[in-house]
């Protein structure tokens, strides 16, 4: 039987949540995110990390 592999929207929303109310801290450094876009890259990088599948970040050019 398979793992059950949580959505990575899931994932993202409770990111911004936690992030709204001030619980939201970035990897080694510890402080507290206040940027939208980081609070849904950790969202992101939490979900791949739980074996959702979402592709990966387009590269710029």
């Known amino acids: 039987m398979a793992t059950k592999r949580k959505n990575g929207s899931v994932q993202v929303g409770r990111a911004l949540h936690e992030m709204k109310n ?30 959702a599948r979402i592709p990966k970040a387009k590269k710029r050019s």
């Open 22 to 51: 001030g619980q939201l801290k970035s990897g080694r450094s510890g402080k507290v995110v206040s940027s939208r876009k980081q609070a849904i890259a950790i969202g992101l990088s939490e979900a791949r990390a739980s074996g």
